[in-house]
């Protein structure tokens, strides 16, 4: 590697360059360097070339199309043979074993014999699923008859009076943009069911007076439940409920924080609610229906 390799091109040249190097004894090297022939070659070009010289052109023979598709044709025939002669064998599937009451099986001996089991305090019971299902005119009518079954007192209430004014106040937040859907959902009229339970009381004396706590209960789950950040309180107010407004705000939140958040967080607490609403409608009602 890297040795310099020096070739006369022929020996009469080299038999001159030999009698001037003789006679010039006094000259210096550079004058021989000069007149004399050098050629340099790699150890790699070498390779290289003898490389490129040794190596012969194969040009591949294909085969005919027909005989590729033959076979392939082979190929798949042998893999369906061998997988038909491999043995099938079955799947095992676990047999379940239904244990006797307080009794297992115990081999003693050669002899099969029953363990008394102590009974458990913990049982093993998957909890079950109650489906409840209500359309929201339906809980809107069980709402308005629990409002009328509660305020005795007012002889000339209907619930359909009672629906109307949730329906009135939704609508005029819809048409003036405080709200983009509307507020009355399954959901929702249970949650406006907790706040009446326990803001509506049975002394109410008048109509204007309900009409005012109802729809103070209706502000609280509208700012609770709502969609939006923030509701106007025009629509909710009205002359009977006033003066009285925030400190019934501030009293049913007092009273039913735990629950609204309970209400949310719990569902076997919702469900709960929804079946209480669901029996409050009218025995009569329901008989007509049916």
Not at 43 to 63: E, F, M, Q, Y
Not at 94 to 107: A, E, F, G, Y
Not at 172 to 199: K, M, R, S
Request: charged share 25%.
């Amino acid at each position: 590697m890297g040795t310099v390799l020096s070739i006369s091109p022929s020996s009469k040249k080299a038999s001159i360059m030999d009698t001037e190097a003789t006679g010039d004894g006094l000259k210096n090297d550079k004058s021989l360097k000069r007149h004399s022939m050098f050629v340099s070659l790699s150890w790699k070009k070498l390779v290289a070339n003898s490389a490129k010289k040794s190596a012969k052109k194969v040009t591949p023979n294909p085969l005919p199309s027909s005989q590729v598709a033959h076979l392939n044709s082979e190929n798949v025939r042998k893999t369906h043979q061998t997988e038909e002669k491999k043995p099938k064998a079955p799947i095992p599937v676990p047999v379940p074993t239904v244990p006797t009451k307080n009794s297992d099986s115990v081999l003693q001996n050669g002899r099969l014999s029953t363990v008394q089991k102590q009974p458990s305090n913990f049982s093993l019971l998957s909890p079950r699923r109650i489906v409840i299902q209500a359309s929201t005119g339906e809980l809107l009518r069980c709402l308005g008859d629990f409002l009328c079954r509660r305020c005795y007192k007012l002889k000339e209430l209907n619930s359909g009076e009672i629906v109307l004014w949730f329906r009135n106040i939704d609508r005029i937040l819809l048409v003036q943009g405080w709200q983009d859907i509307g507020f009355i959902t399954p959901a929702n009229v249970v949650f406006v069911y907790l706040l009446c339970q326990e803001a509506i009381k049975e002394s109410v004396s008048s109509a204007a007076e309900l009409q005012g706590t109802f729809q103070t209960c209706l502000y609280l789950a509208y700012s609770y439940m709502g969609n939006e950040i923030s509701y106007p309180l025009k629509p909710f107010i009205i002359d009977s409920n006033k003066d009285v407004f925030w400190e019934t705000s501030l009293r049913i939140i007092d009273r039913l924080s735990n629950k609204m958040l309970q209400l949310n967080a719990d569902p076997h607490f919702f469900t709960e609610v929804f079946q209480e609403l669901k029996n409050q409608r009218d025995s009569s009602e329901s008989s007509l229906d049916r």
